[in-house]
């Protein structure tokens, strides 16, 4: 199984990116996908998640009402569309996917068994 993240780059404080992880199975392979990140000197946390079948998602805190994910069935795709970014946000994004039977709010980082290679986001003030 690959996952490949893109869409990271570098933007200024307040500006968005959009973040796709494309996998090289059928979405419905997976129980849910989420995003993690990690910033320099840091532990890597998570973000978002999505149930692929229902499409039921959850957010980390600190990006609730910025970030929104999404999938696409068709594409094998999952989103992280990030608006209003600011320096905290400078990290590592890494998609993932999981395949345990469990809703997304209650999924742990040792739930997810397949994890894409990083997509670097730097935001300047």
């Known amino acids: 199984v690959q996952l490949q993240a893109s869409g990271g780059g570098s933007v200024q404080t307040g500006g968005s990116l959009t973040l796709s992880c494309v996998a090289s199975?059928?979405?419905?392979?997976?129980?849910?996908m989420g995003w993690y990140r990690q910033a320099p000197g840091k532990q890597r946390e998570f973000v978002a998640g999505?149930?692929?079948?229902?499409?039921?998602?959850y957010y980390a805190d600190s990006v609730k009402g910025r970030f929104t994910i999404s999938r696409d069935n068709a594409k094998n795709t999952v989103y992280l569309q990030m608006n209003s970014l600011s320096p905290e946000d400078t990290a590592v994004y890494y998609c993932?996917?999981?395949?345990?039977?469990?809703?997304?709010?209650?999924?742990?980082?040792?739930?997810?068994?397949?994890w894409g290679q990083g997509t670097l986001v730097t935001v300047s003030s």
């Open positions: 993932a996917a999981g395949l345990t039977r469990r809703t997304i709010a209650l999924v742990t980082t040792e739930d997810f068994d397949y």
């Open positions: 199975l059928s979405g419905f392979s997976f129980n849910y």
């Open positions: 999505i149930n692929w079948s229902g499409g039921r998602t």
